[in-house]
Nanobody
């Protein structure tokens, strides 16, 4: 199993910055993809950014050039640096991991509990 614990959310004014962290723990062979998603009330959870174990990244169009996802494989931690925040970035942000619990195991998928990010105008 993999446990994901997020931190770093909070309240910030528009134009400000926040850095989210997500630490993975538990018993697993390897975490392949880590990602950040976000969700607002009444809407579907949407992808914000992904990063592979090799460091390849992908971003939603709405956050490109403002957000940066990074990863420390040794610490099994993923980060999301959010700059130039806008009120529409307000959401609960969720950490996601696709992991193999054993070398021959299928990929399993895990979510963190979420952290609230609120951007005031």
């Amino acid at each position: 199993q993999v446990q994901l614990v997020e931190s770093g959310g909070g309240l910030v004014q528009a134009g400000g910055s926040l850095r989210l962290s997500c630490a993975a723990s538990g018993s697993f062979f390897r975490i392949n993809v880590m990602a950040w998603y976000r969700q607002t009330p009444g809407k579907q959870r949407e992808l914000v950014a992904t990063i592979t174990s090799g460091g390849s990244t992908n971003y939603a169009e709405s956050v490109k050039a403002r957000f940066t996802i990074s990863r420390d494989n040794a610490e099994n931690t993923v980060y999301l640096q959010m700059n130039s925040l806008k009120p529409e970035d307000t959401a609960v942000y969720y950490c996601y991991a696709a992991a193999k619990l054993g070398g021959l195991s299928p990929t399993s998928y895990y979510w963190g509990q979420g952290t609230q990010v609120t951007v005031s105008s």
